[in-house]
C-alpha cells in the first residue's frame, strides 16, 4: 500500500471486469440468486492465470444449455480457452483442472467433451459432485489453474 492507503499495482492484471447484477440475466434463478458483486473472468499475476469458474455462460453473460450438461461443458471449454489466450497463455499451461458436477451420472458426458477440447495437455485432474450452483439452471463448472513457463510457450 502507498501512504495514501492506495493498493500498488503489483503486476497483477484483470480481464474482463464485471457486475454480477449487470452479468446474470434477470429470467436466470430466483431474485434471491441475484446478488451484486464485482469479479473479473481472468486475473494474471505473474506467471499464473487464474479463471473464474466457468459454466454455460458466454463472455457476453449468455446461458447456453439450459438442462443440457454437454451444451454447458462445451461453453465452459470454449471460455477456458479464450480466457486463458486473452491473458497470455495457451491451453497447454493448465495444470490443473477441476469439475464440479451436479449428477454423478453426467461424468460420461462431461469428460468426452472436456478430453475433446483439452487433447494432449495432460494436466492434473479432480471431480467433484455438489449440491448446487450459484444459479439453478447450472449443471456443471470447471475451473483450472494456469502457470505459463515462457511467454509464447506451448511445451509440456
Not at 451484486?36 to 505473474?46: I, L, P, T
Given at each position: 500500500?502507498?501512504?495514501?492507503?492506495?493498493?500498488?499495482?503489483?503486476?497483477?492484471?484483470?480481464?474482463?471486469?464485471?457486475?454480477?447484477?449487470?452479468?446474470?440475466?434477470?429470467?436466470?434463478?430466483?431474485?434471491?440468486?441475484?446478488?451484486?458483486?464485482?469479479?473479473?473472468?481472468?486475473?494474471?499475476?505473474?506467471?499464473?492465470?487464474?479463471?473464474?469458474?466457468?459454466?454455460?455462460?458466454?463472455?457476453?453473460?449468455?446461458?447456453?444449455?439450459?438442462?443440457?450438461?454437454?451444451?454447458?461443458?462445451?461453453?465452459?471449454?470454449?471460455?477456458?480457452?479464450?480466457?486463458i489466450e486473452e491473458a497470455g497463455g495457451s491451453i497447454n499451461d493448465i495444470?490443473?483442472?477441476?469439475?464440479?458436477?451436479?449428477?454423478?451420472?453426467?461424468?460420461?458426458?462431461?469428460?468426452?467433451?472436456?478430453?475433446?477440447?483439452?487433447?494432449?495437455?495432460?494436466?492434473?485432474?479432480?471431480?467433484?459432485?455438489?449440491?448446487?450452483?450459484?444459479?439453478?439452471?447450472?449443471?456443471?463448472?470447471?475451473?483450472?489453474?494456469?502457470?505459463?513457463?515462457?511467454?509464447?510457450?506451448?511445451?509440456?
Amino acid at each position: 500500500m502507498t501512504g495514501l492507503g492506495e493498493v500498488k499495482n503489483s503486476g497483477i492484471k484483470r480481464f474482463r471486469k464485471f457486475k454480477t447484477d449487470q452479468y446474470y440475466p434477470p429470467t436466470l434463478g430466483k431474485p434471491e440468486h441475484h446478488i451484486v458483486n464485482e469479479f473479473s473472468m481472468a486475473v494474471r499475476a505473474g506467471n499464473r492465470i487464474f479463471l473464474r469458474g466457468q459454466t454455460g455462460f458466454d463472455l457476453d453473460g449468455n446461458f447456453h444449455g439450459i438442462g443440457d450438461v454437454v451444451k454447458q461443458a462445451d461453453q465452459a471449454c470454449k471460455c477456458v480457452r479464450q480466457l486463458i489466450e486473452e491473458a497470455g497463455g495457451s491451453i497447454n499451461d493448465i495444470c490443473k483442472i477441476t469439475v464440479y458436477l451436479l449428477d454423478r451420472e453426467d461424468r460420461s458426458k462431461v469428460y468426452p467433451v472436456i478430453a475433446k477440447h483439452f487433447k494432449d495437455v495432460y494436466p492434473c485432474s479432480t471431480g467433484l459432485i455438489v449440491s448446487g450452483f450459484a444459479m439453478p439452471e447450472m449443471l456443471m463448472e470447471i475451473d483450472v489453474e494456469v502457470m505459463i513457463i515462457s511467454e509464447g510457450s506451448s511445451e509440456n
